[in-house]
T-cell receptor, first 115, second 113 residues
Framework: GENVEQHPSTLSVQEGDSAVIKCTYSDSASNYFPWYKQELGKRPQLIIDIRSNVGEKKDQRIAVTLNKTAKHFSLHITETQPEDSAVYFCATAPVRDNYGQNFVFGPGTRLSVLP | EAQVTQNPRYLITVTGKKLTVTCSQN?????MSWYRQDPGLGLRQIYY???????DKGDVPEGYKVSRKEKRNFPLILESPSPNQTSLYFC????????????FGPGTRLTVL
């Protein structure tokens, strides 16, 4: 089955700096790659996603890049703010007929933005 | 208000006592799923359902059962809970399949003594 690795497990940055989190996956059939943010004590929420026919996607301060050949994708957060402090999870899903199989999450990265 | 609800939010029980965690969504979503969250392991999928009467195993289905008799409800059943099922459980739903945004419920913290 799919295996998703995520690095680093913890990341501390100064407010205003950039943060990068990288995930690698094993199943070449995976073609949907979302990122979820989970604040302390709250539920995960989707912040950005990318499909395999696209190499990069941006949404304001957040971007995701995908390298299907190398089987890795990364989350980039620029101009970090204290409210970006949270645990971030990457995920993959091998998709067939738009439904796919089971969803696999990475172990998470705890991001701390220091004022 | 569009939402996913779970009940109960907190539950302490004893080994072997059957329990059900309910999940309901009011968005007419076809896809529903259960995850457990454990420190250092992220979210692991237990079961998912692509539509009424269609369910399949995720990565960690042992010790759990699900049913999908109605589109809006997807209960998680632990027939004989054990301490290793102590965890934080999330239900999620999406419009159609895995390539849509998954909306998570508030979570159920389960402790099995």
């Amino acid at each position: 089955g799919e295996n998703v690795e995520q690095h680093p497990s913890t990341l501390s940055v100064q407010e205003g700096d950039s943060a990068v989190i990288k995930c690698t996956y094993s199943d070449s059939a995976s073609n949907y790659f979302p990122w979820y943010k989970q604040e302390l004590g709250k539920r995960p929420q989707l912040i950005i996603d990318i499909r395999s026919n696209v190499g990069e996607k941006k949404d304001q301060r957040i971007a995701v890049t995908l390298n299907k050949t190398a089987k890795h994708f990364s989350l980039h957060i620029t101009e970090t703010q204290p409210e970006d402090s949270a645990v971030y999870f990457c995920a993959t899903a091998p998709v067939r007929d738009n439904y796919g199989q089971n969803f696999v999450f990475g172990p998470g990265t705890r991001l701390s933005v220091l004022p | 208000e569009a939402q996913v609800t779970q009940n109960p939010r907190y539950l302490i029980t004893v080994t072997g006592k059957k329990l059900t965690v309910t999940c309901s969504q009011n968005m007419n979503h076809e896809y529903m799923s259960w995850y457990r969250q454990d420190p250092g392991l992220g979210l692991r999928q237990i079961y998912y359902s692509m539509n009424v009467e269609v369910t399949d195993k995720g990565d960690v289905p042992e010790g759990y059962k699900v049913s999908r008799k109605e589109k809006r409800n997807f209960p998680l059943i632990l027939e004989s809970p054990s301490p290793n099922q102590t965890s934080l459980y999330f239900c999620a739903s999406s419009w159609a399949g895995l390539t849509d945004t998954q909306y998570f419920g508030p979570g159920t913290r389960l402790t099995v003594l």
